[in-house]
Each structure stands twice: as C-alpha cells, then as structure tokens.
C-alpha cells in the first residue's frame, strides 16, 4: 500500500480499542479522536501534507513539533481514517476537522469566518439545522483513494445525523496564491455553482479576488472542471455551491473558495451509499 509513514502519524493500537470506530473496511476504520494523541497524530499528518508537500509556511512553533497546530483544534471534533496494519503499527492515514455552530458560537467563531462574510448563513440557520464546518482535510499519498474517501464520507454521515445539521461549509483550495493562474477555473465556478444570496458567504475585501473574470463563452469548460482539485470536484458531485470571491492565503499557498453544501442535497444523492452505514462491522 505505499511506504509507512514516518512515526508522529502512529497511534497505540491499545488507546485506539477503547473506543469503537463508526465503520471499518479491511484494515482501516474511520472514527472521532478521543485522546490527545490522536489528535496530535492528525496534526503531524496534516503538517506532511500541508507543509511538507504543498508548501504553506508553518510558524516557529509549528517547526519546533512538525503538526500543523492552531487555537481551533481544542474546539474542533477530529474525524481520522486509521489504517491498523502500517509495519504493524496503526497510523491515521487522513483526517478531517469538524466544528459545529454550537460550538462555534460558544467559543470564537468559525474559522472561515477568517476569510469569508458568514452573516447569511448564520442568519438563516435553525437550532434544529446548523451549521457544520469542514475544515483541515488531507490524506496520505499511498491511500487517496476511493475506499479512504468513502470511509471519510461515511463519517461524516454519521456526524450529519447525530447533530441535524443543515448545511455543511467550509474552504477548499485552489494551489498557488496567484489568482490569475486560476481564472478559468473560478469564473467556471462562478457561472455554473454560485450559490444562491442566502447562502453566499462573500470574501472579505481586503483579499477578495474576483472569481467572474472571463465570460462563460470563453472558458472551455471541461478543461476548466478538470483543472480543479479532487477535493473540489468531490464536494461539487455532492451538491456544492461557491461563496463570492476567491481569498488569497498566503501561509497555505493556495487561492481558497468557500463551499456550502445543503445535507438534503447530500442524502437524496447517496443515501445507498453513506447514510445507514454509520455502524462499526
């Protein structure tokens, strides 16, 4: 399956069979951390991917632990996917990061709040139908693939139904912090998955980047669809809508666009394949 990872991504086998996973293919299982090596495990893995590979720019403190580390993370649920068989050892081989509007408001916003103008969404929001923000996704080069996603997805359906959310947001990234590399690939965007007013965050101005630059006539739209990250493409497939404006992150390098997705959207397209299958087996 590739070459284990190195250490910091290892979680004793024993703290990991104290809790039980949300669902398991094989030798991997998705699961929500519930110890703080878990999560700093996550943390080194998403500092690899982050830092290591892409090319954002940790902080000292960062360098110091090699874990992409912030203040969100005492405040965030952590969903990993654990692979049980690395060298014999268990390692989280990806992970998202999860924060609830309940818990968001109690402590000090959502993260994309950084970037984007929410008051929208937040004002058309129900206690019985939050908000959930997806934020800090990676996955190992050796297991991005359909069955690490999948096992992803099916952890976040389990999440969906036990907290009745609403809608799911976040910000997902387009590589390079140089807007006019993307051109094609926002003002696609903009043209075909805007997302209606009452749910379009809106950058804010002192990074806004203008997503609809070239008129739908020029854009080969294939070419444009293709270009856009996996990740993009996969939120995209479950119902996806863009925010306005694109948001130059420069520690990340990248030119981040904000998603919201309906869950309504989400179940009515793949019930068969994630919602009911929230069981360890």
């Known amino acids: 399956m590739g070459l284990p990872l190195s250490r910091p991504t290892a979680v004793p086998s024993a703290l990991l069979a104290q809790a039980p996973a949300i669902h398991r ?33 940790p902080t000292p403190r960062m360098v110091a632990v ?18 049980h068989d690395v060298g014999g050892a268990s390692q989280v081989v990806g992970t998202y990061r999860l924060l609830r509007q309940d818990v968001a408001t109690a402590h000090r916003g959502f993260y994309s709040a950084n970037e984007y103008d929410l008051s929208p969404l937040i004002a058309q929001s129900r206690p019985d139908s939050q908000l959930l923000e997806l934020g800090r ?14 096992l992803l997805w099916r952890g976040i359906a389990s999440y969906l139904q036990q907290h009745r959310i609403g809608h799911m947001l976040g910000c997902a990234s387009l590589p390079g912090a140089n807007p006019l590399l993307h051109a ?14 009452e749910l379009r965050a809106r950058a804010w101005p002192d990074n806004h980047v203008a997503m609809n630059t ?12 293709r270009a856009l990250p996996p990740l993009i493409k996969g939120y995209l497939r479950v119902g996806a809508m863009v925010g306005d404006g694109g948001y130059v992150d420069r520690q990340f390098n990248t030119v981040d666009v904000f998603v919201v997705m309906p869950v309504e959207r989400i179940t009515s397209r793949y019930a068969g394949r994630f919602v009911g299958a929230n069981d360890a087996d």
């Open 184 to 197: 094609a690939e926002l003002s696609w965007l903009w043209h075909n998955h805007l997302a209606p007013p």
């Open 66 to 83: 090699r874990r992409d580390i912030d203040d969100y993370d005492a405040i965030c649920d952590h969903l990993l996917v654990v692979d």
């Open 25 to 57: 293919v094989g030798q991997l299982d998705v699961r929500l951390a519930v110890s703080e090596a878990e999560i700093a495990a996550a943390q080194a893995l998403r500092y690899q991917i982050f830092y290591d590979e892409m090319g954002a720019t």
């Open 214 to 225: 070239l008129d739908i006539a020029s854009i080969d739209g294939r070419a444009a669809a």
């Open 137 to 150: 996704s990676c996955v190992a080069p050796a297991w991005r693939n359909n069955t690490t996603i999948t």
